[in-house]
């Protein structure tokens, strides 16, 4: 019998107990605090960490550790640079008949946010190329 955790969580202001059972369900609590998606990827969101509580599979209350991530700095010219050049060496590395196939858009909006990110460098004129 393979063991799995379930996605559940307990709101600390409304009391409400949530879970998220399928990869496609979002639930939030009565209050919408908190809530918990993903099904058994265990994702989940908090406008107010202190408010989520996570519930374990015998019901136990369990308070999560939330560990902020670094803060996001804007990478530098030469760094956006190198992403350009990166992107460069991994298309000439294709075969051959991957070069004729239409790219999406994705691709194409992913160029155009890099190329507008390296106009906008705060260090345009502080660098050389």
């Not at 639930?27 to 969101?45: A, H, R, T, W, Y």
């Not at 939330?66 to 190198?82: M, N, Q, S, Y």
Request: negative net charge; charged residues 30%; contains cysteine.
């Amino acid at each position: 019998m393979r063991y799995q955790l379930r996605n559940r969580a307990k709101c600390k202001i409304c009391k409400d107990i949530i879970e998220s059972l399928q990869k496609n369900d979002h639930v939030s609590c009565k209050c919408d605090q908190i809530s918990v998606f993903g099904g058994e990827s265990l994702c989940c969101q908090a406008k107010d960490w202190g408010n989520f509580i996570r519930i374990d599979d015998n019901g136990n209350e369990v308070l999560p550790t939330i560990v902020d991530p670094e803060p996001k700095r804007k990478p530098t010219r030469i760094e956006l640079i190198a992403m350009l050049d990166e992107m460069i060496k991994s298309i000439e590395a294709l075969p051959d008949q991957a070069m004729i196939v239409s790219i999406n858009q994705y691709d194409f909006y992913s160029l155009l946010v890099l190329l507008s990110s390296l106009f906008k460098s705060e260090e345009l004129d502080k660098d050389s190329v």
